[in-house]
C-alpha cells in the first residue's frame, strides 16, 4: 500500500458537533482528495487540494471544509455533523509525474452520526 | 459537467461465464477513463487504464468513444473476481476523478 494512512479509522460521534478527519501521505504527491462512500451513490468527491493551501470543492462540498497547510496532511472537518453525514470517508493521493494519473487510497474512516 | 453511469448494481455470474461491466460517459472533452476495485477488506486500487491498453487479471476494456463507453471484461469469470468495481473518470487540469455508482460483481462457485 502507498504511505496513506487515515484516523480515526472508527468514530461514532453525536449530531451538532465537530469532527476532523486526518489523511496523511508520506508519498510526497501534489494531489489529495476526500470522497464519501456510500450504497448506491458510489464514490462521490467531497473536496480535493493541488497543492499546499490549494483546495477546491467537489460535487458533495456542503457541510465539509478542507485544510492543507502541508504537503503531507489533508483535514477534512464537519463542522456540525448531521446524520446523513454518516458514511465511509476516503482520502486518496496522486501525483501525474510520479504515478501517472493514478490515484491511490488509504484504508477509510467509518463515521457514525447519532 | 462530467458524469460515469454504471447500469447494474449488482452483477451474478457463474464461474467460468464471460463478465462484462458496463460504463458509459459524458464529457466534452478528451476523457482519460479507469476502472478501479475494492475486494473485500482491501483499499480501493486500480485495475486498469484505458491510456495503456493493458490486460490485468484477464480482465480488458476498450474505449469506445463513438458509444461514450468503456465497459470492462473477462472470457471466463473467478471466484477471486467477486469484488467492487467502479468505473472512473478523470477531467481538468487538476486531476479531478469521477466515479461511477459501482458495481457488485459475485461470481457464484
Redesign the interface.
Known amino acids: 500500500d502507498a504511505g496513506i494512512t487515515q484516523s480515526p479509522r472508527h468514530k461514532v460521534t453525536e449530531t451538532g458537533t465537530p469532527v476532523t478527519l486526518r489523511c496523511h501521505q508520506t508519498e510526497n504527491h501534489r494531489y489529495m482528495y476526500w470522497y464519501r462512500q456510500d450504497p448506491g451513490h458510489g464514490l462521490r468527491l467531497i473536496h480535493y487540494s493541488y497543492g499546499v493551501k490549494d483546495t477546491d470543492k467537489g460535487e458533495v462540498s456542503d457541510g465539509y471544509s478542507v485544510s492543507r497547510s502541508k504537503t503531507e496532511d489533508f483535514l477534512l472537518t464537519l463542522e456540525s455533523a448531521t446524520s446523513s453525514q454518516t458514511s465511509v470517508y476516503f482520502c486518496a493521493i496522486s501525483d501525474r509525474h510520479t504515478t501517472g494519473n493514478e490515484q491511490f487510497f488509504g484504508p477509510g474512516t467509518r463515521l457514525t452520526v447519532l | 459537467a462530467q458524469r460515469v453511469t ?1 447500469p447494474e ?1 449488482l452483477l451474478s455470474v457463474f464461474k467460468g461465464a464471460p463478465v462484462e461491466l458496463k460504463c458509459n460517459y459524458s464529457y466534452s472533452g478528451s476523457p ?1 477513463l ?1 476502472w ?1 476495485v475494492q475486494y473485500s477488506r482491501q ?4 485495475l486498469l ?1 484505458h ?1 495503456s491498453r493493458e490486460s490485468i487479471k484477464g480482465f480488458t476494456a476498450d474505449l469506445n468513444k463513438g458509444e461514450t463507453s468503456f465497459h470492462l471484461k473477462k472470457p471466463f469469470a473467478q471466484e477471486e473476481d467477486s469484488a467492487m468495481y ?1 468505473c ?1 473518470l ?1 477531467s481538468g487540469g ?9 458495481t457488485k460483481l459475485q461470481v457464484i462457485p
Open positions: 454504471q448494481k482519460e479507469f478501479y483499499r480501493l486500487q486500480l487504464r491510456i467502479y472512473a478523470l487538476y486531476q479531478k476523478v469521477t466515479f461511477g455508482t459501482g
